[in-house]
Each structure stands twice: as C-alpha cells, then as structure tokens.
C-alpha cells in the first residue's frame, strides 16, 4: 500500500513537472525569445530584403496594415516598414509582445 502511494506521488510530481516545464505560458516564451535574437542575427538579410518588398503591394495613398498571426515574441517587427499599422495575436506571448512594442514605437499596433 505505502508502496502504491508512493509511486502515484511520483506520477503525480512527474506531471506536475512536465506542466510546468512544457507549459507554453511558462517555458516556451522565454525560451524563444532568446532563440529569436539568435535567428533574427543570421536571417536579418533575407528578412529585410523580403519584408522591404512590402510596400509594393500597396498605393502611396493606402496605409500598409500587415496581419501578424501567431507574432509570438515580436521579432518580425524590427523589420516592418516605417509608419505601417500591424494587426497581431499570440496570447501565450503577451509579456514578450508588449515589451517588442515598447521597442518599436514607429509602428502602429494592434493585439487581437
């Protein structure tokens, strides 16, 4: 019986640890946020060049309004073109979210 008991409580630390290491909320934001810098550093190129071509999908007198799904930590945002309204949603990456905005107070952004 102590035996059982034992081995439930073991079950029961196991998932209550796993929960907490896989939560999104908890482990992956973070985690990505310091593997976006990384990336951003090594893709910054094609990046700008791909994002640059933005412009031309719309007439001088329109406003650019780009449709951010799943923004996760903002590390696209760098790269928007100035003035352009973005519309975006990552409700695991809202602290992050919110911090990337302060950084890029050039763009008009909106969370979902």
């Known amino acids: 019986m102590l035996l059982q008991q034992f ?3 073991l079950v029961y630390l196991f998932l209550f640890l796993r929960h907490l290491i896989c939560s999104k909320k908890i482990f992956f934001p973070p985690v990505m946020e310091r593997f976006t810098i990384i990336y951003n550093r090594k893709t910054s190129d ?18 650019l309004v780009l449709l951010d799904i799943s ?8 790269f928007y073109l100035l003035g352009c309204r973005v519309i ?7 602290k992050f979210l919110f911090r ?3 950084e890029n107070q ?3 952004i909106e969370i979902l």
């Open 88 to 94: 975006c949603t990552d409700p695991d990456f809202e």
């Open 100 to 102: 990337k905005i302060a």
């Open 7 to 9: 081995l439930a409580l």
């Open 46 to 63: 094609q990046k700008q060049e791909l994002l640059s071509s933005s412009q031309e999908f719309t007439n001088t007198t329109e406003e």
């Open 106 to 108: 050039y763009l008009q």
């Open 71 to 78: 923004c996760g930590t903002g590390a696209n945002f760098q």
